[in-house]
């Protein structure tokens, strides 16, 4: 069982920043794919992008050059930085765990059995 909670989301302007945190909690494992996903009201979740336990980073392309997503593993922590921000970034970000040895090209919400309770971010025009 991994428990993920998730922090950092809030209100910004466009063309700002934010960082979102990922605290995993549980037995993490060695193998495993974590990934970022995204929700705008009334859209389906969307994959933003995932690391691996090799730290192998995969992104949509909606998010390249701006979103990057690193870990801590010694605070088994996920982070994801996202610059240059636009207004149709706009959802509540979710982090979500696998236990698999690669992340899946692209990731999909059904690939990820851990969720945590996501955390809203707003981008002002």
């Known amino acids: 069982q991994v428990q993920l909670v998730e922090s950092g989301g809030g209100s910004v302007q466009a063309g700002g920043s934010l960082r979102l945190s990922c605290a995993a909690y549980?037995?993490?494992?060695?193998?495993?794919?974590m990934g970022w996903f995204r929700q705008a009201p009334g859209k389906e979740r969307e994959g933003v992008g995932a690391?691996?336990?090799?730290?192998?980073?995969r992104y949509a392309d909606s998010v390249k050059g701006r979103f990057t997503i690193s870990q801590d593993n010694a605070k088994n922590t996920l982070y994801l930085q996202m610059n240059s921000l636009k207004p149709e970034d706009t959802a509540m970000y979710y982090c979500?765990?696998?236990?698999?040895?690669?992340?899946?090209?692209?990731?999909?919400?059904?690939?990820?059995?851990?969720w945590g309770q996501g955390t809203q971010v707003t981008v002002s025009s």
């Open positions: 690391i691996d336990s090799t730290g192998t980073t």
């Open positions: 979500a765990y696998a236990y698999r040895l690669r992340c899946p090209v692209p990731p999909s919400k059904g690939d990820f059995a851990y």
């Open positions: 549980g037995y993490p494992g060695s193998s495993y794919c």
